[in-house]
């Protein structure tokens, strides 16, 4: 019995299972007598053995990681070879995650190392230099404290980088100063913020990279309604991201600034009308918003006279108020500034004009972002001959968030067979995956994008009980709320918020689903976290989703109260301003659904061309035109792009209009 407990079982004999049975079956087997004699270690070993042959790394970890729990009073009952096995596998998954900077990645090179591994000193500082970044990303100041004492003491290292002399107790300044924008970069912005701000305090200099920096980030810190403190010198291009700093006449030749000021709180409404039409022109090429839509923002079209513009912008100006007046004449146009060629050509892309018309406007435009951008308006590319739309669609979103780490052809044909087998198919993929985190976040976000929030939440957990990286925790919360369990969904955002470097983004994010499900007090109570910690790209949405939940709830008086505030924000509100804007999707998308028809139809399309990320006009579009419009090719192409968006609902919507 004392031998029994001390010493390694003998091994079990696979090669002959194999022989005799074949792999499929031997491996069945011996996963059947795993479940019906879980403490047999003999037969986790056996597993173990079979699937690393088998190329099954992740069932094969389980099965060891099974035979250490069991354990036994003098440690491990296992033998040298599945020791060795271990470590090697271990080892592979630990390089798979340092790759993509997860901070799991330290545990199991460290664990890799102890079980007779070969780590190299650099992986490991590799992989505490991930640990630290995870730490100053959190919300919490002692988590951030020990993550910046952790790259203090990197700093020597082999790969160190040489902003992180800054993570010192008392480094000079621009060390200081550098390393917050190092940190600003990687996504750490409470960290970034209070090292600028440490820089801004301790240093005379005043102008140029770091203080571009500090005043971003003291932006994303300033509630957007408040000035920037008592004191702060407001200088540079960055300073046009504070109210009031900047006129728009002023920066149209300086990109920086401009920038800065079409995020900047809108404390009264600038009357340069012309300026504007030219800044917002830029976001409109990106897809940002439709340019009518941006240009509202700043201006009030309804009441817009093209006659007190300047001749370069009037047909534009006249157009997006929903009037004619004439263009600049071909022969003044090289009389013109860049920037205002471009308001040129686009007004008459907006007229109706041919791509040989707004060529001419361009000149050498032609061949800059801008310009190509304008063009596709009146030319879309050719579109993508697709078979499987949506599955091309759906690997391309995946890959976008580095989880295409699954068979997804065969899995979207089990589901659509019988989503038992998708199952079972699920459970092998998990199981020959070299890092099971990654092929479980990926299946969840599958299942999310199919509208299983059941198997998403299971995929989800699976991904965070595995390596509870902010992107899986994010995945888990959202998924929580889809399956109408919104206190877990809650608590879950909660640590997904703490651990992102941004929580607003979360918070907007579960509260938009649990809205969408009718659990109005939750995303309400959502929407309030992300208001209250959001910098300027988040604070719109963030009142959006408060908008909307009250709305729901009854509440006309905060619903008011909030719209107020949302009217001082920059970013574009999607509401029909009653114009005949060309570029208006929502007054488009409205029109049809009042009198479907062929005219209401091709005013679709010419919305769609202007407003290249919305989703919902090109939707419309697929269901309004007919089976055999050429068209219809191009919608497809452009929601297979989107599919792949940074912004994740907007990509899902992409997908869900393709399925």
Request: charged fraction near 25%.
């Amino acid at each position: 019995m004392l031998a029994g407990c001390v010493s390694a079982p003998r091994p079990l004999d696979v090669d002959g299972m194999v022989k005799a049975k074949g792999l499929v079956i031997a491996r069945q087997d011996l996963e059947v007598r795993a479940l019906d004699e879980p403490r047999d270690i003999q037969v986790h070993l056996a597993l173990a053995k079979l699937a690393d042959q088998t190329k099954r790394p992740s069932q094969a970890i389980a099965a060891l990681e099974t035979v250490l729990r069991i354990g036994g009073p003098l440690g491990t009952r296992w033998h040298a070879e599945d020791r060795a096995r271990f470590a090697r596998l271990l080892a592979a998954r630990g390089r798979i995650r340092l790759d993509r900077g997860a901070a799991s990645a330290l545990e199991d090179l460290t664990r890799a190392k102890s079980y007779g591994a070969a780590i190299d000193a650099t992986e490991l500082d590799r992989a505490r230099a991930a640990v630290a970044l995870a730490k100053l990303r959190h919300v919490d100041a002692k988590e951030r404290a020990a993550g910046q004492r952790m790259l203090a003491q990197l700093s020597g290292s082999s790969i160190a980088d040489p902003t992180w002399l800054g993570a010192k107790s008392q480094p000079v300044p621009r060390d200081r100063g550098e390393w917050g924008m190092w940190l600003w970069e990687r996504g750490a912005k409470r960290a970034a913020f209070e090292a600028l701000r440490d820089w801004q305090r301790t240093t005379s200099v005043k102008g140029g990279p770091l203080h571009d920096a500090y005043l971003r980030a003291l932006s994303w810190w300033t509630p957007y309604d408040l000035p920037p403190p008592a004191g702060t010198d407001i200088a540079g291009p960055e300073r046009c991201r504070f109210a009031g700093a900047c006129r728009a006449s002023d920066v149209l030749d300086d990109p920086a600034a401009s920038a800065a000021l079409l995020a900047a709180p809108m404390s009264s409404r600038d009357d340069d009308a012309a300026a504007w039409l030219s800044l917002s022109l830029g976001p409109a090429l990106r897809g940002e918003a439709g340019w009518g839509e941006a240009a509202a923002i700043r201006i009030d079209l309804p009441t817009l006279s093209p006659g007190s513009l300047p001749p370069y912008a009037r047909s534009a100006g006249a157009r997006l108020a929903g009037k004619r007046e004439s263009g600049v004449p071909d022969s003044e146009l090289a009389s013109l500034t860049p920037q205002q060629r471009l308001v040129v050509a686009a007004g008459r892309a907006l007229d109706g004009g041919s791509s040989a018309q707004v060529r001419v406007a361009l000149g050498s435009l032609a061949g800059s972002p801008e310009g190509i951008a304008l063009l596709r308006i009146l030319d879309p590319a050719p579109p993508v001959p697709l078979v499987d739309p949506f599955a091309v669609a759906l690997t391309a979103h995946l890959r976008a968030r580095r989880l295409d780490a699954i068979p997804l052809s065969a899995l979207l044909d089990a589901y659509s067979r019988n989503p038992s087998r998708a199952d079972i198919l699920a459970a092998d993929v998990v199981a020959e995956a070299p890092d099971d985190a990654v092929a479980q976040a990926a299946l969840g976000a599958m299942f999310d994008v199919l509208e299983d929030p059941a198997r998403a939440r299971a995929a989800w957990q699976g991904a965070v009980d595995a390596s509870p990286e902010p992107a899986f925790l994010a995945g888990l919360a959202e998924s929580m709320a889809r399956a109408n369990d919104p206190d877990a969904a809650m608590i879950q955002a909660t640590a997904a918020a703490a651990a992102h470097g941004d929580p607003a983004v979360i918070w907007v994010s579960v509260s938009r689903a649990l809205d969408a499900l009718g659990k109005h007090v939750h995303a309400l109570e959502a929407a309030r976290s992300a208001i209250d910690l959001a910098g300027p790209e988040t604070i719109g949405p963030a009142l959006d989703a408060a908008i909307s939940a009250s709305r729901a709830l009854g509440r006309d008086a905060q619903v008011l109260a909030l719209t107020e505030r949302r009217r001082q924000v920059p970013t574009p509100v999607r509401v029909d301003r009653g114009t005949d804007d060309p570029t208006d999707a929502v007054a488009a998308l409205a029109a049809n659904k009042r009198t479907p028809g062929v005219l209401n139809i091709a005013r679709m399309w010419v919305a769609s061309r202007w407003n290249p990320r919305d989703v919902s006009i090109r939707a419309e579009l697929l269901d309004s035109i007919a089976p055999d419009d050429p068209r219809r090719a191009t919608l497809v192409t452009e929601l297979v792009a989107l599919a792949a968006d940074p912004d994740v609902s907007l990509a899902r919507a992409a997908l869900a209009a393709l399925r």
